[in-house]
C-alpha cells in the first residue's frame, strides 16, 4: 500500500484529508511523494514561519537532543532558562513571565484557569466568529456550532458578543467576568482585523470593571503581521498573551506571557509533563534568534502589503473582499472555497480557508518575492477561470 491508502486505513478520520502525501520541504516549498513540488501558503496552519527545515532550528535540535530531550519543571534547566528570558525581553510592555506548553489550546486553556484563579470570577466574554482551539475550555470560547454543538455541553459561563462592537462588549463585562478574550486578527473566522478603537476600548472596559484582558495571538505572534506581536499595531498591553504555532521553528510548544495582574499563581495549580522541555526550548530560542536576526517582521509587512496590493487588483466577479495584515490574507469569495482550494492545489500552490468562503494565504515569512508573485498569480487565473 502507498502513504494514502496506509494512513486512510488507520487514521482516527478526525480530518479532511487533501489527496497528496507532503514528504519533503525546505523554506516556501514543499515536496510530495510523486516529486511534485508546491509553493506553501498553508504552512502547517501557520507553523513553519521561517520555512520548512529550517538549518538553525535543524542544528539546535540536532544539538539538544544529543544532550537532553525531557526535563520537567520541576527541575531547573539551562535551556528553559534562556528561553524564557528571552521570551519576556521581546514581549509587548507589561508581560513579565511565562507558562510553557505544548500548543495554542493548552496555551488558551491556562490563560482561562489563570483568569477564574486571579479574578475569583467564573464569567469569560469572548467575540463571535472566535476561534481559541477545541480542547473543552478553549472550545467554549470558540463562537463556530460546528466546532461547538457535537460536545455540549461545553464548561459554563462563556458568553460570546459581535467583533468589533465596542457596546456590546460594554454590555457583556460586569462584576463576575473573569477576562475577556479576543484575537487581534481573526484567523479561523475569516482574517477579520479589529479597530484600534475597539482594542483599546475592550482594555479600558477590562481595566475599569476588575476583568483580564487575554490576547490570542496563536496565529499572528512572532511577526505574522508584520509586528512582532499583532497587538503591538494597536499600543495595547494585554494582562495575558497567548502564543503557540511558529514560536519552535515546527516543534509543538506554546506559551502564556503573564502581566502583573495575573495573580495567586501557586506551585501545583497547573501543569504539562511536556510543557518547558528542553528540545522544544531549544528550537524556540533557535527561532527567534533567526526571526530577529533576519528581521522577519519587517519582511511579512513589505511582502504582505505587495501581495494584499496585488490580489486586491484581480478583476474577478467571485471576489467579495480582499484583506490582511502582513502575510496574513483572506480573499473572500461570493463561493465556497473548497474548489478553489483543489484548484490551486493542482498548479502547485498549498492554501487554506478561512470559514465556508474566504481563501487564506499564510505562507512562511522567509517566502521570496518571486514564490509569492507565482502564488498571486496562480490565485487570479484558478479565480477568473474556475469563478
Request: glycine share 10%; proline share 5%.
Amino acid at each position: 500500500m502507498d502513504i494514502i491508502e496506509i494512513e486512510s486505513r488507520y487514521t482516527s478520520g478526525a480530518y479532511p484529508k487533501r489527496e497528496v502525501a507532503i514528504v519533503r520541504g525546505k523554506g516556501a516549498r514543499l515536496w510530495d511523494a510523486q516529486g511534485k513540488e508546491y509553493i506553501d501558503c498553508v504552512a502547517g496552519h501557520g507553523v513553519a514561519l521561517i520555512g520548512h527545515s529550517n538549518p538553525a532550528v535543524v542544528q539546535a535540535i540536532q544539538e539538544q537532543a544529543s544532550r537532553l530531550i525531557t526535563c520537567p519543571e520541576v527541575f531547573y534547566n539551562d535551556v528553559r532558562a534562556r528561553l524564557l528570558e528571552r521570551l519576556i525581553s521581546i514581549a509587548p510592555d507589561g508581560l513579565e513571565r511565562a507558562f510553557l506548553c505544548n500548543s495554542g489550546a493548552e496555551a488558551v486553556e491556562a490563560a482561562l484557569k489563570f483568569a477564574r484563579l486571579s479574578t475569583g470570577r467564573p464569567g469569560i466574554v469572548a467575540a463571535m466568529r472566535a476561534f481559541h482551539g477545541r480542547t473543552m475550555g478553549a472550545l467554549s470560547a470558540t463562537w463556530n456550532p460546528k466546532y461547538r454543538d457535537p460536545f455540549l455541553p461545553l464548561v459554563p459561563g462563556f458568553s460570546h458578543v459581535p467583533f468589533n462592537n465596542l457596546e456590546a462588549m460594554a454590555q457583556a463585562v460586569d462584576e463576575n467576568t473573569a477576562a475577556v478574550i479576543l484575537e487581534v486578527v481573526q484567523g479561523e473566522g475569516g482574517i477579520h482585523i479589529a479597530d484600534k478603537e475597539y482594542l483599546q476600548g475592550v482594555q479600558a472596559l477590562c481595566r475599569e470593571r476588575g476583568a483580564l484582558l487575554i490576547i490570542d495571538e496563536v496565529q499572528t505572534g512572532f511577526g505574522r503581521t508584520g509586528k512582532l506581536f499583532a497587538c503591538q499595531h494597536f499600543d495595547l498591553q494585554p494582562d495575558m498573551l497567548c502564543v503557540a504555532k511558529g514560536i519552535a521553528g515546527g516543534v509543538p510548544m506554546g506559551a502564556v506571557l503573564l502581566g502583573p495582574r495575573v495573580q495567586n499563581i501557586k506551585p501545583g495549580i497547573h501543569g504539562s509533563t511536556f510543557g518547558g522541555n528542553p528540545l522544544a526550548c531549544a528550537a524556540a530560542l533557535a527561532t527567534i534568534d533567526y526571526i530577529l536576526e533576519h528581521n522577519l517582521p519587517l519582511e511579512a509587512a513589505r511582502k504582505g502589503a505587495w501581495a494584499l496590493k496585488k490580489l486586491q487588483e484581480i478583476d474577478a466577479r467571485i471576489i467579495r473582499q480582499v484583506r490582511g495584515l502582513g502575510l496574513m490574507i483572506g480573499i473572500d469569495l461570493r463561493k465556497r472555497v473548497t474548489p478553489y482550494l483543489r484548484a490551486l492545489m493542482k498548479r502547485g500552490v498549498l492554501a487554506l480557508p478561512a470559514g465556508r468562503t474566504v481563501l487564506r494565504l499564510l505562507p512562511p515569512l522567509v517566502i521570496s518575492q518571486e514564490e509569492l508573485g507565482q502564488v498571486c498569480q496562480a490565485v487570479a487565473q484558478v479565480l477568473h477561470e474556475e469563478g
